[in-house]
């Protein structure tokens, strides 16, 4: 079973950047999709951004321009680059990582294995 931990969450005004980090615990995670995916306060969990083994991504639509997934096999970690901040984006963020094959545009949440404890984002006007 595999662990994921995120951490770069934080309180940051309107316009501001953060960096979030998520680290695995398994030595196979080089196989992994991984995503990352937010739950803002009485809103349904969305996806966010994923990116493959090999480094294809795939965005949804407000983080386009905004935001960019990396990963760094030997590490362990994928990342999450989030620039010009928001209050919408106020949220939850999600670490996720599946180990089967997939789409990289396959963004349904059933399809991920395994899932972090989240990392908050809050961001003032």
């Known amino acids: 079973q595999d662990q994921l931990v995120e951490s770069g969450g934080g309180f940051v005004q309107a316009g501001a950047s953060l960096r979030l980090s998520c680290v695995a615990s398994e030595r196979t995670f080089n196989k992994y999709h991984m995503a990352w995916f937010r739950q803002a306060p009485g809103k349904e969990r969305e996806f966010v951004a994923s990116?493959?083994?090999?480094?294809?991504?795939y965005l949804a639509n407000f983080a386009k321009g905004r935001f960019t997934i990396s990963r760094d096999n030997a590490r362990k970690t994928v990342y999450l680059q989030m620039n010009s901040l928001n209050v919408e984006d106020a949220a939850v963020y999600y670490c996720?990582?599946?180990?089967?094959?997939?789409?990289?545009?396959?963004?349904?949440?059933?399809?991920?294995?395994?899932w972090g404890q989240g990392t908050q984002v809050t961001v003032s006007s």
């Open positions: 990116i493959s083994y090999g480094g294809v991504t």
């Open positions: 996720a990582g599946r180990n089967r094959v997939a789409l990289i545009t396959d963004y349904r949440e059933s399809t991920y294995d395994y």
